[in-house]
């Protein structure tokens, strides 16, 4: 019987809404073990003291203190404790969204209830195993990423931890939130501020790509205009962009000029009309269907929007 191919689906930043599944504080010693095994959701596990070895799809990882694990669905992996150590963490187990009650499962029957002291391994699920798997078109997460301020880490796994357990009405938007804010702090970790992969070998060029769009983006540009700015061809630019930042160099530029639309919607007493032209749109219409697009309601409905909240 043929394997049916696992469905894909990329959403954005604007799209990102966490639906946290399991959330645990787990310590051990050197008998600490996870056979090898895969999981059908995203786990973060962030470690707060001691050691563990992780083979993560074949690649050997030795974690310690502030590093933070990242299991994608479907990645095959196992960690042991070395001899004479101890290990403790968070973990958070949740999908990127909400992907409705079909393709739910129970964490008790899925995670808690393996042997995963004894098991040689953790067998598939077959069926969850044809659950979508989502990911983030803005960010390719690694492995294990150090993080660079551990106790913000801590101090909100600590507050998601304690609203799972809480029974509170409500908490699942306090761990939207908290996972939200973690999420927030890793994609800083891992990218520039102009949203370029701090991984990828060529993020200098692509950054003076984006310094050049930013600088330009009244003028009526075309992909070869951006390309040509750092000396590359149009599809071995757009290649290279889209590995880097997760988006073509075409939506980021229309993402810096709704940026600055939006600025002077709040700042300026330009009319709708004038601040399409000053961000590089001569079509009124177009504009406006762009801004809509992008905002989720005309570029107006913003200003009195904003203008209502700040006066």
């Given at each position: 019987?043929?394997?049916?191919?696992?469905?894909?689906q990329?959403?954005?930043?604007?799209?990102?809404?966490p639906?946290?599944?399991?959330?645990?504080?787990?310590?051990?010693?050197?008998?600490?073990?996870l056979?090898?095994r895969?999981?059908?959701?995203?786990?973060?596990k962030?470690?707060?003291?001691?050691?563990?070895?992780?083979v993560i799809?074949g690649v050997?990882?030795?974690?310690?203190?502030?590093?933070?694990?990242?299991?994608?669905?479907?990645?095959?992996?196992?960690?042991?404790?070395?001899?004479?150590?101890?290990?403790?963490?968070?973990?958070?187990?949740?999908?990127?969204?909400?992907?409705?009650?079909?393709?739910?499962?129970?964490v008790?029957?899925?995670?808690?209830?393996q042997?995963?002291?004894?098991?040689?391994?953790?067998?598939?699920?077959?069926?969850?195993?044809?659950?979508?798997?989502?990911?983030?078109?803005?960010?390719?997460?690694?492995?294990?990423v150090?993080?660079?301020?551990?106790?913000?880490?801590?101090a909100?796994?600590?507050?998601?931890?304690?609203?799972?357990g809480?029974?509170?009405y409500?908490?699942?938007l306090?761990?939207?939130?908290?996972?939200?804010?973690?999420l927030?702090?890793?994609?800083?970790e891992l990218?520039t501020?102009?949203?370029?992969?701090?991984?990828?070998?060529q993020?200098?060029r692509?950054?003076?790509a984006?310094?050049?769009?930013?600088?330009?983006?009244?003028?009526?540009l075309?992909?070869?205009?951006?390309a040509?700015?750092v000396?590359?061809?149009?599809?071995?630019?757009?290649?290279?962009?889209?590995?880097?930042?997760?988006?073509?160099?075409?939506?980021?530029?229309?993402?810096?000029?709704?940026?600055?639309?939006?600025?002077?919607?709040?700042?300026?007493?330009?009319?709708?009309?004038?601040?399409?032209e000053?961000?590089?749109?001569a079509?009124?219409?177009?504009?406006?269907?762009?801004?809509?697009?992008?905002?989720?309601?005309?570029?107006?409905?913003?200003?009195?929007?904003?203008?209502?909240r700040?006066s």
């Amino acid at each position: 019987m043929e394997q049916k191919k696992v469905a894909r689906q990329t959403i954005g930043f604007r799209e990102l809404a966490p639906y946290v599944r399991l959330v645990q504080h787990i310590a051990g010693d050197d008998r600490y073990r996870l056979p090898p095994r895969i999981i059908y959701d995203y786990e973060l596990k962030f470690v707060l003291e001691g050691r563990c070895d992780y083979v993560i799809e074949g690649v050997h990882y030795a974690i310690g203190p502030g590093d933070m694990v990242v299991l994608q669905p479907m990645a095959r992996h196992s960690c042991a404790v070395p001899p004479n150590e101890t290990f403790r963490y968070y973990a958070a187990h949740f999908d990127l969204i909400y992907m409705g009650d079909a393709y739910n499962f129970s964490v008790d029957d899925v995670y808690l209830s393996q042997d995963y002291v004894h098991a040689p391994f953790i067998p598939d699920d077959p069926e969850l195993t044809e659950r979508p798997v989502v990911s983030l078109a803005e960010v390719d997460f690694p492995c294990v990423v150090p993080t660079s301020a551990p106790g913000a880490y801590e101090a909100l796994f600590r507050s998601l931890y304690e609203a799972f357990g809480s029974g509170q009405y409500g908490k699942e938007l306090s761990m939207r939130a908290d996972l939200l804010h973690v999420l927030a702090l890793l994609v800083r970790e891992l990218s520039t501020p102009a949203g370029i992969s701090i991984r990828h070998p060529q993020r200098e060029r692509i950054g003076r790509a984006v310094q050049w769009m930013q600088a330009h983006y009244r003028s009526q540009l075309q992909l070869s205009d951006i390309a040509a700015s750092v000396h590359l061809s149009p599809s071995r630019f757009r290649a290279l962009f889209k590995e880097a930042t997760g988006q073509s160099p075409m939506e980021m530029l229309v993402s810096i000029r709704m940026d600055k639309a939006k600025e002077l919607l709040l700042h300026s007493s330009l009319t709708v009309g004038q601040i399409a032209e000053e961000v590089g749109y001569a079509d009124l219409h177009y504009f406006s269907r762009l801004f809509k697009r992008c905002e989720g309601m005309s570029p107006m409905q913003y200003a009195q929007s904003l203008r209502a909240r700040f006066s």
